[in-house]
C-alpha cells in the first residue's frame, strides 16, 4: 500500500497504459467476433466446430501462448495484444451466437415479411435484441482481459504488469501488491460499469 500512496502518477500512469492495452484489444476482438457469431448463429454445424476451436485456444496457458508470440513478433506490445484478442474470441462469439438465437423467431420474419435483407435484419433486428446478451460477452471478456494484460509487463508492454514484475525481480511487495491492487480496482470497476449497461439494455429489450 505504500507505493500507491507515495507513487499516485506513477500507479495512475501505468493504469492509462493498461486501459488503452485492454480497450484497443476489446474492440479489435470484439469487431471479429460480431460477424463471426452472427455466421455461426446460423448454421448449427459450423457453430460447434468454431465454438470447440475457440474454446481451444482459450484453454492455452497463457505463459506458453505469449511465448509463442514473442518468438513470432518479438517483445513490446503486440504479442500481449495478439493474445487478448484471440482470449476474448470464444466469450464474445459465444455470447453473440446465443444473444441471436434467442431472438423471437417472429421477429425475424416480420423482418423479412417488410423486405430487409439478412444483413439489414442483422444489423436492425438481431443485435438490437440480443444486446443485453452480447454486453454480457463483452462484461466478461473485459474483466478477463484486464487480468491477462498484467502479462504484458512480461514482454515489456508496459501497464501494470510492468509494476508487478518489476516488485518480482526486485522483490518489493509494495510494488507487486500496488500493482495488483491497481488492476482489482480496475477489473471491478469495469464489471459494474457494464453490468449497469446490461442492465440498461435490458429495460430497453
Known amino acids: 500500500m505504500n507505493y500507491l500512496f507515495a507513487h499516485p502518477q506513477r500507479v495512475a500512469y501505468l493504469t492509462g497504459e493498461h486501459i488503452t492495452l485492454v480497450a484497443a484489444a476489446l474492440v479489435c476482438a470484439f469487431v471479429i467476433a460480431l460477424p463471426l457469431g452472427l455466421f455461426v448463429a446460423r448454421r448449427r454445424h459450423t457453430r ?9 485456444i482459450y484453454t492455452i496457458p497463457s505463459f506458453a501462448l505469449l511465448a509463442l508470440l514473442v518468438q513470432a513478433t518479438g517483445l513490446g ?5 495478439i493474445a487478448l484478442v484471440a482470449y476474448g474470441q470464444f466469450a464474445l462469439v459465444r455470447n453473440v451466437a446465443a444473444g441471436v438465437l434467442d431472438v423471437d423467431p417472429a421477429q425475424r420474419d416480420a423482418a423479412t415479411g ?10 436492425r433486428v438481431d443485435v438490437p435484441l440480443a444486446l443485453p446478451v452480447i454486453l454480457g460477452g463483452v462484461r466478461v471478456c473485459a474483466v478477463t482481459m484486464i487480468a491477462l494484460a498484467t502479462l504484458g509487463g512480461y514482454v515489456g508492454a508496459g501497464g501494470l504488469g510492468s509494476l508487478i ?8 511487495n509494495d510494488e ?6 491497481a488492476a482489482c480496482f480496475l477489473a471491478v470497476a469495469c464489471d459494474l460499469a457494464l453490468r449497469l449497461c446490461e442492465r440498461a439494455a435490458r429495460s430497453f429489450d
Open 77 to 81: 506490445t503486440l504479442p500481449i495484444f
Open 114 to 123: 417488410i423486405g430487409m435483407s439478412p444483413l439489414q435484419r442483422a444489423i
Open 165 to 172: 514484475f518489476l516488485g518480482l525481480t526486485l522483490h518489493h
Open 48 to 56: 460447434t466446430w468454431v465454438l470447440g476451436a475457440l474454446g481451444a
Open 176 to 181: 507487486i501488491i500496488a500493482g495488483s491492487l
